[in-house]
């Protein structure tokens, strides 16, 4: 059974840093593609990036320059570094993957991070 715990999440100043963890468990193929979503209270999730089996990356614009996402396969996972952070990037963070046997997206519970004075 696929299982994603997510940490490393919390309060930080604007401008401060933080690294998200997704650990996993349960998966015995190659993943095609992991994500990391936010999703702000009171609205749905978004986008913030992504990393291909191939090592390739996206990331939204919003979080393009200050944001890194990087797996370690040998414990099985997957970071989301986050530098100069702003208010607006208050959110919880769940990170995922499209099961390609299930046909369904895989997600964690979530992390929170705010970012406040």
């Known amino acids: 059974q696929v299982q994603l715990v997510e940490s490393g999440g919390g309060w930080v100043q604007p401008g401060g840093s933080l690294r998200l963890s997704c650990a996993s468990s349960?998966?015995?193929?190659?993943?095609?593609?992991w994500y990391w979503y936010r999703q702000p209270t009171g609205s749905q999730g978004d986008w913030v990036a992504q990393?291909?089996?191939?090592?390739?990356?996206l990331y939204a614009d919003s979080v393009e320059g200050r944001f890194t996402i990087s797996r370690d396969n040998v414990n099985n996972m997957v970071y989301l570094e986050m530098n100069n952070l702003t208010p607006e990037d208050t959110a919880l963070y769940y990170c995922?993957?499209?099961?390609?046997?299930?046909?369904?997206?895989?997600r964690g519970q979530g992390t929170q991070v705010t970012v406040s004075t």
């Open positions: 995922g993957f499209d099961n390609p046997h299930t046909r369904s997206f895989e």
């Open positions: 349960g998966i015995d193929f190659t993943v095609p593609a």
């Open positions: 990393l291909y089996a191939s090592g390739g990356t």
